[in-house]
């Protein structure tokens, strides 16, 4: 695991990083959410050692990590680079051994890469006649070529099309299952819901919320329509387990609430009387947080 204690960074009278503090665990996607104001780079940075933290420490498996001990970490920033002349394969095997592991096994680790996210018939094309969508799948190969111990990526989900982002995340969740934290910084709210296990919520250099997933989205609320409102109210009320009823406007025909558990919901709601709809309501994170910052 990577933990963060109390991370800060200034640069005259601006605060871009304030006690920061997480843990971002072994086999788990971790994304850092929050506006481009919101101190992700220069997060993603410190971590990276690419700049010096003013406070606090970054330690992996309780070890302090000081200059150069970044090695074995996969590294892929917000600026992207590359070779346009150079060839996939070579560019992947090249950045690969910058790492410090053996020609063969970054050319294995290149060609299995390839083949996982479909560009086995790309590896001989220079990397210029590729799509936006191919080249930000070649990064991702890249950044995970060395087997890398952490693997930390800015803009995370940038120039990914639906198809690049269905296999790049399948490549991260699997390489994150082979104990290794892996770190998402961004700004698409609804890609770190989908495909993170925790999520920090990042503003203007503070943590505002952190946790896992399910834990930020909280327990769903329901929803009911019914020909009579103040009625279906009334009996919601009176129901043990049913608790935050609220009508809607008057010209929505429906009644929100909460239960202790989904079977408490819908006994309750058997019991009242013309009955158009009934679903359960979870606000997305973005709903949830992304108003408060």
């Given at each position: ?10 640069k ?11 843990t ?5 996607i ?12 220069e ?6 050692g ?14 302090e990590?000081d200059?150069g ?5 996969g590294?892929?920033?917000?600026e992207?680079?590359?070779?346009p002349?150079m060839r ?9 051994r910058?790492h410090?592991?053996?020609l ?10 390839l ?5 086995a ?10 799509s936006g ?13 060395a087997d ?6 800015d803009?995370?989900f ?6 690049s ?5 399948s ?6 299952s082979?104990g290794?934290?892996?770190i998402?910084a ?15 919520i990042?503003?203007?250099?503070k ?15 329901y ?15 009176s ?7 609220k ?6 025909s429906?009644?929100?609430f ?19 709809n ?11 947080y992304?108003?408060?910052?």
């Amino acid at each position: 695991m990577l933990t963060l204690k109390e991370v800060s960074l200034r640069k005259g009278k601006r605060t871009y990083l304030d006690e920061v503090s997480f843990t971002a665990e072994a086999g788990r996607i971790t994304a850092i959410v929050g506006t481009r104001s919101a101190g992700r780079t220069e997060l993603v940075r410190i971590i990276m050692g690419l700049i010096a933290a003013d406070e606090g420490t970054i330690e992996l498996e309780d070890f302090e990590l000081d200059f150069g001990d970044r090695q074995n970490f996969g590294y892929l920033p917000a600026e992207r680079g590359g070779y346009p002349n150079m060839r996939v394969l070579d560019q992947i095997v090249y950045l690969a051994r910058l790492h410090g592991i053996t020609l063969g096994a970054a050319e294995r680790n290149a060609l299995t890469l390839l083949g996982h996210l479909e560009l086995a018939d790309r590896g001989y094309a220079p990397l210029k006649n590729l799509s936006g969508a191919e080249i930000a799948r070649v990064d991702i190969a890249a950044t995970l070529a060395a087997d890398p111990d952490v693997v930390v990526i800015d803009d995370a989900f940038a120039g990914l099309d639906a198809a690049s982002l269905r296999l790049v995340t399948s490549l991260l969740r699997a390489h994150a299952s082979s104990g290794v934290p892996v770190i998402l910084a961004t700004d698409d709210w609804e890609a770190a819901q989908t495909f993170a296990d925790d999520v920090i919520i990042l503003n203007q250099g503070k943590v505002t919320a952190s946790g896992s997933v399910e834990k930020l989205l909280g327990e769903p609320h329901y929803r009911v329509e019914t020909a009579d409102t103040e009625a279906a109210a009334s009996a919601l009320k009176s129901r043990k387990g049913i608790s935050d009823v609220k009508t809607a406007g008057r010209e929505d025909s429906a009644v929100s609430f909460s239960a202790d558990d989904a079977k408490t919901a819908a006994a309750a709601v058997a019991e009242l009387k013309n009955v158009k709809n009934f679903e359960s309501v979870r606000p997305t994170l973005a709903e949830q947080y992304k108003e408060a910052l």
